[in-house]
């Protein structure tokens, strides 16, 4: 897929998600692919996330913060992020199939893969408004604003790859998943 047909398949998925969904599913299955779709969302993640890391760098009084701070994200973004995101696509199709769902471990990383990528212009506005001199508040409120948008099409996403009405029951338990596990852990601790 090419550079204009990927950016043009990203607007068209802001008509219709679950058809841009059925659009990916058709084309022959290839990892490569899908390693392509995971690096170039995280490498835009990085992008989308500098306004907040030159913020963080700021706050930091040490000589070399700034490069310090970028390094650090920039190899999350590459080494950890894709990493997590194949977790939380395989634990998203443990939990999609436990809801009746009927796909692979595949198409469980196609929907979150395909999700990032959809999202991403979102994210990037987002991203962009962090440097704009606005409140905390009201940042929180843009970023919440675009997690929200990006759990609405992977939950589309989800639906649509593994034949379900909706795929809003397993983003809102992989939502809660979090929660529950950091309760657990703060109540050890």
Request: glycine fraction near 10%; hydrophobic fraction near 55%; aromatic fraction near 12%.
């Amino acid at each position: 897929m090419s550079g204009a047909s990927l950016t043009s398949s990203i607007w068209q998925a802001w008509r219709d998600v679950r058809a841009s969904m059925r659009t990916q599913m058709a084309l022959p299955k290839e990892e490569n692919r899908l390693l392509f779709y995971v690096f170039l969302g995280c490498a835009l993640g990085f992008v989308a996330g500098l306004p907040a890391a030159l913020s963080q760098a700021r706050l930091i009084e040490e000589e070399g913060a700034v490069t310090g701070v970028l390094v650090g994200r920039l190899f999350a973004s590459i080494f950890f992020a894709p990493l997590a995101l194949y977790g939380v696509s395989a634990i998203a199709t443990v939990i999609t199939r436990a809801f009746g769902g009927k796909g692979s471990f595949y198409t469980g990383r196609l929907a979150l893969f395909w999700a990032v990528l959809v999202s991403l212009p979102i994210l990037l506005v987002s991203g962009a408004l962090g440097a704009a001199p606005l409140s905390p508040n009201v940042l929180g409120w843009i970023s919440f604003a675009a997690y929200a948008v990006f759990l609405w099409v992977w939950s589309q996403c989800i639906a649509e790859g593994f034949g379900l009405r909706s795929g809003l029951p397993v983003v809102i338990s992989l939502g809660i998943l979090p929660l529950f596990l950091a309760f657990i852990l703060k109540s050890m601790g």
